[in-house]
């Protein structure tokens, strides 16, 4: 089997839904926060009472947009809905008002980058690091707005359905690749490149664990140098991007074992089930007429002038790519430093202010790759909840550099900044741990330890440079380890020489 097997070639085109962070839904006013009891976010409008009208949240359609320019597609001026009909109990209407004829955008791509030379480090707290590899450009053939529908929670004993409408009409915006992907590894590429911009943009969580980012997998198989697509199947209910992987890698199997047993793929939706790691059929694939579409009559056209995408465009932020790029050639990071710092544009915010506030960019860039990814990583924290200060953690950097406190105190401060955003300058007087600068102190110190050992001062004069050490750590000792060392020095080599 396994020769046969190289023979085939697997073809993947994705459908993702990314669920949208708007404050309210997309008909209606009511609020779209996750984890509410149930139904109480609900309203006329998404519960489907007759005699209510929806009226379009003009966010989603410039998150909407925004995404469509970030994925280089052409808009289409003259926008519309479309309804969708089907009975399901999750759908109080009875239809999805979503969009068929005139998607939002269309004609896209995206750029993923492949591994060979992806750099992977075990000890980041980020999963997955910068791509230098090689790149494969992902065709998109269209982005579309939708609601999403309620939530049925089946009960335990298995005799009753419950329903929760608090997610019915929580805005979606549909995105719909070519089938360009020919394994697993470009399937998860393309998904962490999409969740990427999503968050860059901001316009949603975009988690594939949290279901704020779903996708289905369509896939087919053809013989090397066909040039006819096979038939697909489409694959549901991919909860991680490892879900994913295997779903692909065992659908090839399966479809490949059907079409060499002479059999025929049917093209129908299959669910995956992750823990046993095989598909089931769930419904053979409806087509766009099995659900009668036709425009939708509730809502007027939307009409997307020159001026309104320009204005979004104006505002799309400076992407990953653009970033690792700068910030190596303004800061001198290496590559990989950059692309980890970059994995969340937070993160790389508060690299960035740091580095620009105290003037030492590689020394904040080791900051953040060393203690505060160490510190990440402990805490199980994710780098969007860091809330410190930027001139905070500067000001840090720059008394450390100045000698004003050890690296040891340093990383207590760093810590205690990362935690409670403390201010550093007054902290380390509060809890002690500036370091001894003050100029008579240290030198009372440094006279005390040269009166108590005559001898060895008389060896240092003959020319024994080795008891400078001893004479530094005495010190040291005396001050509690506190004393900065380059003062220290300095000190003991002037009063030694006086001493000649
Ligand atoms: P439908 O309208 O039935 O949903 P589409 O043509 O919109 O079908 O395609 C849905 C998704 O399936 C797209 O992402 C597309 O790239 C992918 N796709 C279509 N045909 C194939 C195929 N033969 N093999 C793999 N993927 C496919
Ligand atoms: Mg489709
Ligand atoms: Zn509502």
């Known amino acids: 089997m396994q020769e046969e097997e190289k023979q085939y070639e697997t073809v993947i085109g994705l459908e993702v839904h990314v669920e949208l962070s708007t404050k309210t839904k997309i008909f209606c006013g009511c609020s779209t926060r996750f984890g509410a009891p149930p139904n109480t976010q609900t309203c006329p409008v998404c519960t489907g009472m007759p005699g209510t009208l929806p009226v379009l949240n003009r966010q989603v359609v410039e998150y909407a947009l925004a995404l469509g320019l970030a994925l280089h597609c052409e808009v289409n001026r003259y926008c519309r809905f479309d309804r969708k009909n089907y009975f399901y109990p999750d759908n109080p209407q009875n239809y999805q008002i979503s969009q068929l004829y005139l998607p939002v955008c269309y004609n896209g791509e995206i750029e993923i980058a492949l591994a060979g030379e992806r750099e992977e480090k075990e000890n980041s707290a980020l999963p997955e690091a910068a791509g230098t590899g090689r790149k494969k450009k992902i065709r998109i053939h269209e982005l579309h707005m939708e609601e999403d529908a309620g939530k049925l929670v089946h009960e335990e004993n298995g005799d009753s359905s419950l329903v929760d409408y608090n997610r019915s009409g929580v805005p979606l915006i549909e995105i719909v690749s070519e089938p360009d992907m020919r394994n697993a590894e470009e399937a998860v590429a393309y998904l962490e490149k999409l969740c990427m911009l999503c968050r860059y943009l901001g316009i949603s969580d975009g988690k594939l664990q949290e279901g704020s980012l779903r996708a289905d997998v369509n896939l087919s198989v053809r013989k090397a140098g066909c040039r006819t697509l096979g038939t697909r199947t489409e694959m549901k209910n991919l909860n991680s991007f490892r879900a994913v992987s295997r779903a692909v ?175 550093p300058l007054s902290y380390m007087k509060e809890q002690r741990l500036e370091s001894l600068s003050d100029e008579g102190m240290l030198r009372l110190a440094a006279e005390e330890v040269l009166a108590g050992n005559p001898g060895l001062v008389a060896e240092f004069h003959a020319g024994k440079e080795k008891v400078f050490g001893f004479f530094v750590g005495q010190i040291m000792k005396k001050t509690r380890g506190m004393a900065d060392p380059g003062k220290v020095n300095a000190l003991l080599r002037q009063l030694l020489m006086r001493g000649e």
């Not at 425009?295 to 001026?307: N, Q």
């Open 249 to 423: 890698a065992e659908e090839r199997r399966r479809q490949i074992a059907l079409l060499e047993e002479g059999k025929k793929v049917i093209q129908e939706t299959r669910r995956w089930d992750d823990a046993k790691g095989v598909s089931y059929s769930i419904r053979s694939k409806e087509d766009a007429e099995d659900y009668r579409y036709f425009p939708e009559p509730d809502v007027p056209p939307v009409v997307i002038s020159e001026k309104w995408t320009e204005e979004i465009r104006g505002r799309l932020p400076e992407f990953r790519e653009e970033k690792e790029a700068r910030y190596q050639k303004e800061f001198g990071l290496s590559a990989y430093d950059a692309g980890v710092l970059t994995q969340s544009k937070h993160l790389a915010e508060l690299f960035e202010e740091t580095a620009v506030l105290c003037g030492k960019p590689k020394k904040a860039a080791n900051w953040f790759m060393g203690e505060l990814l160490r510190l990440l990583k402990e805490k199980g924290m994710e780098p969007e909840k860091l809330m410190f200060s930027p001139k905070h953690l500067a000001d840090l950097i720059t008394a450390a550099e100045q000698g004003k406190i050890n690296q040891a105190n340093a990383q207590k401060v760093f810590a205690e900044i990362v935690e409670r955003d403390v201010e």
